[in-house]
């Protein structure tokens, strides 16, 4: 399963690479327009978005529209540790040294250069609890449509998710041309509810239901 993983990862990354700009602006605003028009995001009030790097579908219009209309903006920052306990000084969700800190977002200079080439809040933001979350947007590679998902290999979202109450609806944002057919799951890799692509926001199929069309 591993090498499946990593040769679905590397042409999947490949792909992303070598998108025109121009398309990747047009399906990042549709992506984002779809969202702001779903029941999901209307009835949220503390979200989780990320923040979009390399080809990363865009996510900081929608942030912008969600602090406009007063909602909480939550980002993730990423924290390794060791032993049994995360380090201070904010709370970090996750297993075997690694995990996601979630701080509240109010602007761009809330931001501050993290590892992977990641922008994330600083460790003394403010901090949020995954109980306050309503809604979580959930990176990834490669994603298919029963809630399979492909990510970096770093393990983060993987470790996190389990804290997340499990009504919340997890949202997988990535572009059309990476839903594949199944992604290789292995028994720690954890699954999102819902697809968010440049052709609208759709929920995954259950285990052993059809697909969606």
């Known amino acids: 399963m591993r090498k499946e993983k990593a040769d679905l990862r590397q042409a999947m990354l490949a792909r992303l690479q070598a998108l025109d700009p121009a398309a990747w602006a047009e399906a990042s605003r549709r992506i984002q327009a779809h969202l702001l028009a ?5 009835q949220a009030r503390t979200i989780l978005f990320y923040w979009a790097v390399r080809r990363e ?21 990423v924290v390794r540790w060791q032993g049994e306990a995360p380090p201070a000084p904010a709370p970090a969700w996750g297993a075997g040294g690694r995990g996601l800190a979630l701080h509240l977002y109010r602007e761009p200079g809330d931001l501050v250069p993290g590892p992977y080439g990641l922008w994330e809040p600083a460790p ?25 998902r492909l990510g970096h290999g770093g393990g983060y979202y993987d470790r996190f998710l389990p804290h997340v109450p499990p009504g919340v609806p997890r949202v997988g944002c ?4 990476q839903v ?7 028994p720690h890799d954890r699954p999102v509810t819902h697809l968010l692509t440049e052709e609208g926001l759709f929920p995954c199929a259950p285990e052993g239901a059809g697909l969606l069309p």
């Open 124 to 148: 003394a933001a403010p901090a949020v609890a995954p109980e306050e979350l309503d809604l979580v947007l959930v990176p990834g590679v490669a994603f298919d449509r029963r809630g399979g």
């Open 57 to 77: 579908p865009g996510t900081q219009e929608a942030i912008r529209q969600a602090l406009a209309e007063g909602k909480r903006v939550v980002l993730p920052r």
């Open 38 to 42: 779903s029941p999901l995001y209307r």
């Open 174 to 177: 990535c572009f059309g041309f």
């Open 180 to 186: 594949v057919a199944a992604v290789p799951r292995g």
